[in-house]
């Protein structure tokens, strides 16, 4: 689980630049608690009943506009929201700890105040796969589909963030020694010098690493398309803890590797599961290869018109 924060924090930073302005649909307010939140519609025009809207939720601490190119697409067809988390963007502090549960409730009180009704196909990019696996876990009956979009691993049980380490040929007195000191001296660095709404979100993802997402994943997967969307691509800003006695893109693959194995094994068991693995793409595949994230979302529309359709029959 230790690389996996390292990567999530150091990716988080990077991105923190915003990329260019919407060009298309409308930017609004909506009050939640008191708070006003930034919210991005467009392809409203699509919106009917039993077609499910496509709802984006961002990354750690990242704004709404990584999925410009996605939305300027798929709202062609399709109804789609995204919004910016409290403290982020222009969406005032609402001074709540982001709880998965605290902000699948205020996602949920918003898309429905827009008379945007379920189903809903969620896509979500790294840490924001948190947030929509709980809101399945929440509200199953109301999900058409979800796309994560390299999320933060999910599926990580206790001990599984050794195991890269571990094949590469480290003994595990190696892996504690170049975690335990060097690891609080960084946490305590970043919540001392980067924005609160980082810090906070941080911490949340710091809880439910150590209680293994259970309160993301409190209910099965329900059997709706579920597609995983991986960056092949190695980090051009890589952690910056110096010189190590490994290779850090050896690491980099070999993690990539096991997190694919439990991705499928959580697929398998459904109909419309799929993953995507984009060789050069880096951590915002949204970004970086749009395409297919677009042809992700197109297919899991496709498929859940199947499933509609069956039922239809049925």
Not at 19 to 38: A, D, L, R
Request: glycine share 6%.
């Amino acid at each position: 689980m230790r690389n996996e924060t390292y990567r999530t924090v150091f990716s988080a930073i990077v991105i923190m630049i915003c990329i260019s302005s919407f060009s298309f649909g409308q930017k609004e307010f909506i009050t939640v608690n008191g708070k006003k939140i930034e919210i991005f519609t467009s392809g409203f025009e699509n919106n009917q009943n039993d077609k499910p809207v496509v709802v984006f939720e961002n990354g750690m601490a990242s704004k709404l506009d990584s999925w410009k190119t996605v939305m300027d697409e798929i709202s062609k067809t399709s109804a789609t929201f995204s919004y910016n988390r409290p403290r982020i963007g222009e969406s005032e502090n609402d001074s709540i700890p982001p709880t998965t549960k605290h902000i699948i409730e205020n996602l949920r009180k918003m898309i429905l105040e827009k008379g945007l009704k379920p189903p809903y196909l969620l896509v979500s990019h790294s840490f924001g796969g948190a947030y929509i696996r709980s809101f399945a876990s929440s509200y199953p009956d109301e999900i058409a589909g979800l796309i994560f979009v390299d999320p933060i691993d999910f599926t990580k049980k206790k001990g599984d963030g050794d195991l890269p380490y571990l094949e590469i040929g480290l003994t595990q007195y190696q892996i504690d020694s170049m975690f335990a000191k060097p690891y609080k001296k960084f946490k305590e660095k970043l919540y001392a010098d980067m924005p609160n709404f980082y810090v906070e979100e941080v911490k949340i993802s710091s809880k439910l690493t150590a209680t293994e997402f259970k309160e993301c994943d409190s209910t099965p997967l329900p059997d709706v398309p579920v597609h995983f969307i991986m960056a092949g691509g190695y980090p051009k800003t890589p952690d910056d803890r110096g010189e190590t006695i490994f290779d850090k893109q050896k690491l980099f693959r070999i993690d990539n590797n096991q997190k694919m194995k439990r991705w499928i094994a959580l697929l398998e068991p459904l109909k419309y599961g799929k993953l995507f693995y984009c060789s050069n793409s880096g951590h915002y595949v949204q970004t970086d290869d749009p395409e297919t994230v677009i042809s992700s979302i197109k297919l899991a529309l496709i498929d859940y018109a199947k499933i509609q359709k069956v039922k239809t029959i049925q």
